[in-house]
């Protein structure tokens, strides 16, 4: 049964940090996009950041490049998003998202993620200014 479980939102102030993990069972992530989606209030789901594990390619949404970093962690099949500086405008439900096409990152990034095959549930960030 493949699952992805995300974890580790929270409610921080602005300029402060936080860390995500999403967790993979029943596949592992190597070769796979991995990903995270956000959704703010009123808008519509959008690609933050996403990596091939395994591989060197990264796409990073808009405004997130310096800031967002993610890394992965095979032994424990986790991929961790560290957020730093982070800005109200941040705030959102954070979705964790895995696809084994991991030569099509963009394709799957650059947008709302529909075409991602693995969904986790949502994780609430809340940046305060």
């Known amino acids: 049964d493949v699952q992805l479980q995300a974890s580790g939102g929270g409610l921080v102030q602005a300029g402060g940090s936080l860390r995500l993990s999403c967790t993979a069972s029943?596949?592992?992530?190597?070769?796979?996009?991995v990903g995270w989606f956000r959704r703010a209030p009123g808008t519509e789901r959008q690609g933050v950041i996403c990596?091939?594990?395994?591989?060197?390619?990264?796409y990073y949404g808009e405004s997130v490049k310096g800031r967002f970093t993610l890394s992965s962690d095979s032994s424990k099949n986790t991929v961790y998003l560290q957020m730093d500086n982070l800005k109200p405008e941040d705030s959102g439900v954070y979705f964790c998202?895995?696809?084994?096409?991991?030569?099509?990152?963009?394709?799957?990034?650059?947008?709302?993620?529909?075409?991602?095959?693995?969904w986790g549930k949502g994780t609430l960030v809340t940046v305060s200014s």
């Open positions: 990596i091939t594990v395994g591989d060197s390619m990264t």
């Open positions: 998202a895995a696809d084994p096409q991991g030569h099509y990152i963009f394709h799957h990034c650059a947008g709302n993620g529909d075409s991602m095959d693995y």
């Open positions: 029943g596949f592992t992530f190597d070769g796979h996009i």
